[in-house]
T-cell receptor, first 110, second 119 residues
Framework: ELKVEQNPLFLSMQEGKNYTIYCNYS?????LYWYRQDPGKSLESLFV?????AVKQEGRLMASLDTKARLSTLHITAAVHDLSATYFC??????????FGAGTILRVKS | EAGVTQFPSHSVIEKGQTVTLRCDPI?????LYWYRRVMGKEIKFLLH????????ESGMPNNRFLAERTGGTYSTLKVQPAELEDSGVYFC?????????????????FGPGTRLTVL
């Protein structure tokens, strides 16, 4: 059974600082997703990582995937308040089933 | 293009009552999924429809849960009778078939969820 572990679960950051969220998964998968959720809103797709060594960047967020280590990271550069949200990683299991991490609640303080 | 919509946004019911949640996927999406997040836990897969057929219902917790997708458009998830442990947020997602979307991965688009509270 595929398990996805995400850490930290809660992250309080100062504006302008950098930090990384980690996502480990237990069995082989070739698709990893990062989602963002604002309170009461849908999960918004941020990145889809398809292959070993994949790196994608959008604004202050950068995601990478190491399939050998079964590890993905979401790096936040120079955090701003607008990045406050809950971030989920999810790994595609057989078929079309997504297995999610517990989520990281990110709070960026001014 | 409208996104995935869910109704109601919130539902508060008493233990033993019945509740029906509705999901309208993005138009043209053959794949429809239900997930739920129980308080403090991960978002967990419940089931997957391809058009009107149940492709995978391995995540359905028990026979108190019944999902339907008549006509392959919107879907309903009925909980009868509801128990306290059913409280949580129920998400619906939809996706195109990879052959239709032209991409190799299967991006799922999520609705805002229905928050169910069973008292």
């Amino acid at each position: 059974e595929l398990k996805v572990e995400q850490n930290p679960l809660f992250l309080s950051m100062q504006e302008g600082k950098n930090y990384t969220i980690y996502c480990n998964y237990s069995t082989t998968s070739d698709r990893l997703y990062w989602y963002r959720q604002d309170p009461g809103k849908s999960l918004e797709s941020l990145f889809v990582l398809l292959s070993n060594g994949a790196v994608k960047q959008e604004g202050r967020l950068m995601a990478s995937l190491d399939t050998k280590a079964r590890l993905s990271t979401l790096h936040i550069t120079a955090a701003v308040h607008d990045l406050s949200a809950t971030y989920f990683c999810a790994v595609l299991e057989y078929g079309n089933k997504l297995v999610f991490g517990a989520g990281t609640i990110l709070r960026v303080k001014s | 293009e409208a996104g995935v919509t869910q109704f109601p946004s919130h539902s508060v019911i008493e233990k033993g009552q019945t509740v029906t949640l509705r999901c309208d996927p993005i138009s043209g999406h053959d794949n429809l999924y239900w997930y739920r997040r129980v308080m403090g836990k991960e978002i967990k897969f419940l089931l997957h429809f391809v058009k009107e057929s149940k492709q995978d219902e391995s995540g359905m917790p028990n026979n108190r849960f019944l999902a339907e997708r008549t006509g392959g458009t919107y879907s309903t998830l009925k909980v009868q009778p509801a128990e306290l442990e059913d409280s949580g947020v129920y998400f619906c997602a939809s996706s195109l078939h990879p052959k239709k979307s032209g991409v190799s991965y299967n991006e799922q688009f999520f609705g805002p969820g229905t928050r169910l509270t069973v008292l």
